[in-house]
């Protein structure tokens, strides 16, 4: 799974990162684009990329989908969506059919349990940004995203038996413009694992007040 991540790619960087997807053209961010985040959690705004036919936009949105048919936000976040499950659970189906998108990391963190405790460990690939497969919704008026997560390769499973459905360049377009059937093809542990790398983060990082680049690495 994944609880917390980092964005510190920002301005014209990550929006020239995005620009270099396929099918993604000119990059439209009517707000702006996000500031440098180091420990970023549920609920909190993360940028999201949908994808149209005029090319992709980058928008913040809520991180925990909020499904069309919720009357507020009360209840635990849905910040990640099981990928064996997404196309028949009642919070996931109707957004899995039509409203497929990305979420920009540089990075994120996962913790393992050693002895009595657990410890933190910051994950990122070893060039580039990760770009995780993610479902959007409008319900309670705001827009909202999900992370979608599969088994984790095996590369990465003496950290977490789950991980994000992180995808290859080549496999955007097939994730937001598939059909419902060819987005479930890509639904596997993710072979962009091979390129992760994770270290010993910070004990802080487990406060969601800290907010800062240090969190990365224990030392």
Same mark, same amino acid.
């Given at each position: ?12 960087? *990550? ?5 270099? *997807? ?43 989908? %909020?499904?069309?048919? !919720? ?33 920009? %990391? ?5 913790? !393992? ?15 580039? *940004? ?53 987005? %479930?093809? *890509? ?27 240090? %969190?990365?690495?224990?030392?």
């Amino acid at each position: 799974m994944c609880g917390r991540f980092v964005l510190f790619t920002s301005g014209r960087d *990550l929006l020239e990162e995005i620009g270099n *997807l396929p099918g993604a053209g000119t990059v439209a961010a009517p707000d702006g684009t996000p500031p440098k985040r180091y420990n970023i959690a549920p609920t909190q705004q993360v940028p999201l990329v949908r994808f149209g036919e005029d090319g992709a936009r980058l928008d913040a949105a809520r991180w925990g989908l %909020l499904p069309s048919w !919720k009357k507020d936000d009360k209840g635990p976040a849905l910040f990640n969506a099981r990928g064996e499950t997404v196309a028949q659970k009642p919070s996931f189906r109707s957004a899995f059919r039509a409203r497929r998108g990305l979420m920009v %990391l540089d990075g994120y963190y996962e913790w !393992k349990q050693e002895g009595e405790g657990k410890q933190p460990f910051y994950v990122a690939p070893d060039t580039g *940004l990760l770009f995780a497969a993610a479902l959007w919704d409008t319900g309670c008026e705001r827009l909202s995203t999900t992370m979608v997560t599969t088994d984790a390769a095996e590369q990465m499973r003496w950290l977490h038996h789950r991980l994000p459905l992180f995808l290859e360049p080549g496999e955007v377009e097939q994730w937001v413009h598939g059909t419902p059937e060819e987005a %479930l093809e *890509l639904v596997h542990p993710s072979r962009v694992a091979g390129r992760l790398q994770a270290r010993e983060a910070a004990a802080e990082v487990g406060n969601v007040r800290n907010d800062y680049a240090e %969190l990365m690495s224990a030392n």
